[in-house]
C-alpha cells in the first residue's frame, strides 16, 4: 500500500486506487498521514481538520472518520491505526507517504555535497514525486500551511539539482525546466540565479541579463527591494564575461559581519536535565531532516524560559555560524508597548546588515525580505517573551538551516499545527534543584546548616526561580544573617502586603535597599521601556547622576534590575509590574506626573540639541523650560548625537507612544519635530511615519495649528521616501492649507518645496517645477536664506533633469551663492553635486570634476555618506569622460565601497561600471 499526498490525495494497493472517503475523511487521513509513525492528539487532529473555530460537534465526528479510516485501512492492506492516550498513531512506514519519502529524499541529496552526479540522481527521485498541487482539493489553514512547507523544499530541491548539473555539464537538461519553473516563481532569487548561470554558461549571457532584469524589476514592483548580494555578484560576473569565474558564487555571499546576540548566559544554571535534552535531540533532528526547527517554551512567568533557552543557545551556538540573533518581544510588559511584528522583522532585519532605507513598509514584504535573508544561513533566532503565533510568524525563516527558540507563557498551539512547532512546556523546579540554586548562590555549607529553614524558604518561593535568586541576592549580602530570619522577613512581608508569597519575594527585596534606592525602583516603573539609561533614571528621581549611579547599583545588587550593555538597564516584567505597582500605591499622582514629566523633558531637550548640533542650519525649535531635576545632556561633538540618536531611538519611540496614549500632546509633536530628521537621515522612515501620525493626532488635539502643519509635513517627507506618493501628496495638502490658515509663509515654503519632489517623482515636471517656484516665492518672501538656497538648487536640478543645462548652472550658482552666505555646508555639498552634474551634460569635465571634488571634500567633512557615495561616482563618470581609465576607476571603487556600507541598489549600477571597465 502506498500513501500520495503531493497532488491529490491517493491510496494506492497493487498499483490500483483506493477510495478514500469524503474530503473531510480525505483531510482527516492527511492529518494523520504527515505524521506517519508518530501519535498525534485528537485536539490536534481537529485542529487541522475543521481549523481554531471547530464545530461542538467536531469530535464526534472525527471518531466516525477514525473508524471508517481503520476499517479502510485493515481492508486494503491490514494496516493498524491505533489509539492512544488522547490520540491516534498510524502504524506504518513513513517511507510509505510519498511526502516523507521526498523529505527524505532531499536531505540524502544535501548530504551528498560535491558528489554531483549522485545527488542528482537521488533528487530527480525526489522532484518525480510531485504531482501537482499537494493536497490538491483540500482547504483550511492547516492545508495551506503544510503545501507551501512542502513547495518551499521543492524549491529547493531544484535549485540543488540544477546548481548539480550545471557542474557535471548537464546545462541542456536544465534550461528547459527553470525557464518554466521560474515562470511560475518570479520572485525566487535562488532558482533565477541558477537559470542566470545556465544560460550563460550555454553562451546565452544576453538572455541571463535579460532574466536578472526581469526578477530585479518584479522584486522592485512586488517587494520594493533589489535582489540579494549572491545574485548582484552574478550578475556582475556575467557582465564582466567570465564563465569559469561564475563558481566563486556558487554559495550565497554574507557579509562577514556575523551577529552575536545571544545575552550573557546565567553564571549558575540549575535543573532542566529533560529539557536541555529533549531541546538538544530535537535541534539534531534539524540536521537530519534539514528542516527549520521551531522550539516553543512556554511556562508561567519567572519560571526560567529565557534562562534556559539563552543557556541552551550557547551550548548550541557553535553549530550556528552564520550568526545568533535575539530579540525581546515584550508579549507581557505592563507597560502594555508590547514589539509589534513589523517593527521587530525592521530590527531583525538591521541586524543582518540590511539598510533600513531597503526595508518594505509593508509587514507582508518585509517577512518575504527577511526569509530572503534567512536562506542559506545557519542561524539561530531567540525570541523570547512572544505574546502569541501570530506576533512570532511573520519573524520564522522559511529554508532549513535555522533553528528558532520562542518563550512565551501561552502554549503557542498554533505555531505547532501550522508550522510545526515543536512545544515544550517548563514547570517549577523540583525541591531539590531548588535547593541546588540556593546552594550555588549562598554555599553548601550555609544552606547544609538550616536545612528547615531551607525548605520554607523554597516554600515561600513557590519554587519560582525568579523569587530564589532575589532571595539568594539579599541573603548572599548579608553573610551573617541566619536563613531563619529570612523566613521571618518573608513571612512579616506577606502579611504586611497581604500578597502571594511570589510578590512577598519582591517586597522583601525591595525593602532590603535604602530609601533612595526604593524610590527610584518605583519611579524606574513609569519608564516605558525597553530599557533605561543613567541619564534617563537620574531625570525620574531628580538626583545627580553620581547618586544615580550608587542607587542602580543597589539596584542591580539586589537583582531587582539588570545591567546591559552600555550602562543601560531593563527589569523582568513581573518585577516592572511590582515596581509599577508600588509607584501607584506609594507615590502621589503630583509626584508621578512630575517624574514622567522630567523623563520627557530630559529626552525632549537632549534631542533638541543633538538634532542643531546635527543640522544647525535648520527651523529652531523654541520649548519651554526643562522641569526642575530634568537631566540636560551635553554633547561633545556631531558625532556623539549621531550616536545618542541610533543608542535612543527605540526608548524615543516608545516615549512617543507614551506620551500620546497619556495625553502629553505637546511633547508628543515636539518629540517628533526634534527626531524627524534624524530619523530621515539614517533612513528610518517607518518609524518617521509612526511619530509624525502620533504628532498629527496630538497636535489636532490641542488645537495647534502650525504643530499640525509641521506634523503633516513631516509624515509626506517619510512617505516621499517610501514611495508613497499619494499619501505624500495628500498630507502636503493638508500641511498647505493649514500653514495658509495660520499664514506661516515659511511652512507653506517648506510644504511646497517637497511637492515639487513629489510631482517630480511621479513624472509631473511641469506642476513640480511650478510648485518650486511657489516655495522659492514664499522662502525669499520670508527672508529665509536656507529655504531659498534649496530650492535654487532643487530648481537646477530639474533643469538638468529636463536637459536645460545652462539654466541648471545659473540657478545652482545662485544656490551656491545663498548657501555661502550662511554657511551651510550641507547644503554646498547638495549643490556642488548639481553644478558638477550639470557641466558634466555640457561636456566641460574638468569643471565638473573640481565641483563634484568641492562637493566629496565637503560630504567627507561632514560624514555624509549618501553624497560623498554620488559624488565619488559622478567622479569617475568625468573621468571616463577624459579617458582617465585609472583615475575612474579608483572614484567607482571608492563609490561602490560607499554604496556597499549603505546597502544602496546604486552599488549595483558601479559595479558593472567597473565590469565594463
Known amino acids: 500500500m502506498e500513501f500520495r499526498l503531493l497532488g491529490p490525495l491517493e491510496v494506492v494497493t497493487t498499483g490500483d486506487p483506493v477510495d478514500a472517503g469524503s474530503p473531510r475523511q480525505r483531510t482527516v487521513l492527511a492529518a494523520l498521514l504527515v505524521d506517519a509513525g508518530r501519535p498525534v492528539m485528537v485536539d490536534t487532529v481537529i485542529d487541522r481538520v475543521w481549523g481554531q473555530n471547530a464545530p461542538a460537534r467536531a469530535r464526534h465526528a472525527l471518531y466516525v472518520y477514525i473508524a471508517r479510516i481503520r476499517r479502510l485501512l485493515e481492508s486494503a492492506g491490514g494496516m493498524r491505526l491505533a489509539h492512544r492516550s488522547h490520540g491516534y498513531l498510524l502504524d506504518i512506514d513513513p517511507d510509505l507517504v510519498d511526502a516523507h519519502r521526498f523529505t527524505g529524499l532531499i536531505a540524502r541529496g544535501r548530504e551528498l555535497h560535491g558528489r554531483d552526479e549522485q545527488r542528482t540522481s537521488v533528487l530527480r527521485q525526489a522532484l518525480d514525486l510531485w504531482r501537482g498541487v499537494p493536497l490538491a482539493g483540500m482547504h483550511g489553514e492547516w492545508v495551506m500551511q503544510v503545501r507551501e512547507a512542502w513547495r518551499r523544499q521543492r524549491l529547493e530541491a531544484i535549485t540543488m539539482w540544477a546548481r548539480s548539473e550545471i557542474r557535471i555539464g548537464n546545462i541542456g537538461a536544465v534550461i528547459g525546466p527553470l525557464t518554466a519553473i521560474v515562470a511560475e516563481e518570479p520572485l525566487v532569487e535562488p532558482l533565477a540565479a541558477e537559470l542566470m548561470r545556465a544560460l550563460h554558461t550555454a553562451g546565452m549571457s544576453a538572455e541571463a541579463l535579460t532574466c536578472y532584469r526581469h526578477l530585479r524589476q518584479r522584486l522592485a514592483e512586488e517587494l520594493g527591494i533589489e535582489p540579494g548580494a549572491d545574485v548582484q555578484e552574478l550578475h556582475r560576473l556575467i557582465l564582466k564575461g567570465s564563465p569559469e569565474s561564475l563558481s566563486l558564487v556558487a554559495q550565497p555571499v554574507h557579509s562577514l559581519d556575523v551577529p552575536r546576540q545571544l545575552p550573557a548566559a546565567a553564571r549558575t544554571f540549575i535543573g532542566r536535565p529533560q529539557e536541555l535534552q529533549r531541546l538538544a535531540e530535537l535541534a539534531r533532528q534539524a540536521d537530519r531532516t534539514n528542516t527549520v526547527v ?32 535575539y530579540l525581546n518581544l515584550r508579549g507581557f510588559d505592563p507597560s502594555g508597548t508590547l514589539l509589534d511584528p513589523s517593527t521587530a522583522v525592521q530590527m531583525l532585519l538591521e541586524a543582518l546588515g540590511v539598510a533600513p532605507q531597503r526595508i518594505p513598509s509593508i509587514l507582508d514584504a518585509q517577512s518575504a525580505l527577511l526569509r530572503s535573508r534567512l536562506a542559506g544561513r545557519r542561524m539561530l533566532l531567540v525570541l523570547d517573551n512572544a505574546r502569541d503565533a501570530e506576533q512570532v510568524r511573520p519573524l520564522l525563516p522559511g529554508t532549513p538551516g535555522c533553528l528558532v527558540l520562542i518563550t512565551s507563557r501561552h502554549q503557542l498551539t498554533s505555531l505547532c499545527m501550522s508550522e510545526g512547532a515543536e512545544l515544550i512546556t517548563i514547570g517549577l523546579l523540583s525541591t531539590v534543584e531548588a535547593r541546588e540554586l540556593l546552594a550555588a548562590r549562598l554555599g553548601a555549607e550555609r544552606v547544609g546548616r538550616e536545612p528547615e529553614a531551607v525548605a520554607e524558604i523554597i516554600a515561600r518561593c513557590g519554587n519560582l526561580p525568579l523569587a530564589l535568586v532575589m532571595v539568594a541576592a539579599r541573603a548572599a549580602a548579608n553573610p551573617r544573617l541566619n536563613l531563619a530570619a529570612v523566613v521571618t522577613a518573608l513571612t512579616e512581608t506577606s502579611t504586611l502586603d497581604a500578597l502571594d508569597d511570589i510578590v512577598s519575594v519582591f517586597s522583601w527585596s525591595y525593602l532590603g535597599i535604602s530609601a533612595a534606592a526604593a524610590r527610584l525602583f518605583r519611579l524606574l516603573g513609569l519608564h516605558p521601556g525597553p530599557d533605561v539609561s543613567i541619564e534617563a533614571a537620574a531625570s525620574l528621581a531628580a538626583e545627580p547622576i553620581s547618586n544615580t549611579r550608587l542607587l542602580l547599583a543597589q539596584l542591580t545588587r539586589a537583582h531587582l534590575i539588570s545591567e546591559g550593555p552600555a550602562g543601560r538597564y531593563s527589569f523582568h516584567d513581573l518585577v516592572r509590574q511590582f515596581a509599577s505597582q508600588q509607584a501607584q500605591r506609594l507615590e502621589s499622582h503630583a509626584e508621578r506626573t512630575a517624574a514622567v514629566e522630567r523623563l520627557l523633558d530630559h529626552y525632549l531637550h537632549a534631542a533638541h540639541v543633538a538634532d542643531h548640533l546635527i543640522d544647525p542650519h535648520g527651523d529652531l525649535l523654541t520649548l519651554p523650560a526643562p522641569k526642575t531635576g530634568a537631566f540636560l545632556t551635553a554633547f561633545h561633538d556631531q558625532q556623539q548625537a549621531i550616536r545618542w540618536f541610533a543608542e535612543d531611538r527605540r526608548v524615543l519611540l516608545a516615549l512617543v507612544g507614551h506620551a500620546a496614549d497619556s495625553g502629553w500632546n505637546s511633547h508628543v509633536y515636539h518629540l517628533d519635530r526634534v527626531v524627524t530628521r534624524s530619523l530621515f537621515r539614517s533612513g528610518h522612515w517607518l518609524d518617521q511615519v509612526t511619530t509624525a501620525r502620533a504628532a498629527v493626532v496630538a497636535a489636532a488635539r490641542n488645537g495647534d495649528l502650525p504643530a499640525q502643519s509641521r506634523a503633516h509635513h513631516n509624515l509626506a517627507r517619510a512617505y516621499l521616501q517610501l514611495g508613497e506618493h499619494d499619501l505624500a501628496e495628500e498630507h502636503l495638502l493638508a500641511a498647505i492649507r493649514l500653514a495658509d490658515q495660520t499664514e506661516d509663509v515659511i511652512a507653506q515654503g517648506n510644504a511646497y518645496h517637497v511637492m515639487a519632489w513629489v510631482l517630480e517623482r511621479q513624472h509631473r515636471t511641469a506642476e513640480a517645477f511650478s510648485r518650486a517656484f511657489e516655495a522659492l516665492q514664499r522662502y525669499e518672501a520670508a527672508g529665509h536664506p536656507i529655504g531659498t538656497a534649496r530650492t535654487l538648487n532643487t530648481i537646477g536640478w530639474f533643469h538638468t533633469v529636463l536637459g536645460n543645462h545652462e539654466e541648471a548652472v545659473r540657478f545652482c550658482r545662485a544656490a551656491l551663492t545663498w548657501h555661502r552666505r550662511s554657511g551651510n555646508r550641507e547644503g554646498m555639498a547638495a549643490t556642488w553635486h548639481s553644478l558638477g552634474h550639470a557641466q558634466h551634460e555640457l561636456g566641460r569635465y574638468g569643471q565638473a570634476l573640481r565641483c563634484l571634488h568641492r562637493c566629496r571634500e565637503l560630504s567627507a567633512a561632514l560624514q555624509d555618506c549618501w553624497y560623498e557615495a554620488i559624488a565619488q561616482d559622478a567622479i569617475g563618470d568625468a573621468h571616463l569622460a577624459l579617458g582617465e581609465m585609472t583615475a575612474a576607476r579608483a572614484a567607482w571603487l571608492r563609490a561602490l565601497s560607499l554604496f ?16 565594463l571597465g
Open 900 to 915: 556597499t556600507d549603505l546597502s544602496h541598489p546604486r552599488t549595483d549600477e558601479v559595479r558593472a561600471k567597473l565590469a
Open 294 to 325: 521551531i522550539l516553543a517554551i512556554d511556562g508561567a512567568a519567572g519560571v526560567g524560559k529565557t534562562s534556559l533557552a539563552v543557556h541552551f543557545g550557547h551550548q548550541v551556538a557553535g553549530r550556528y555560524p552564520d550568526g545568533q540573533l
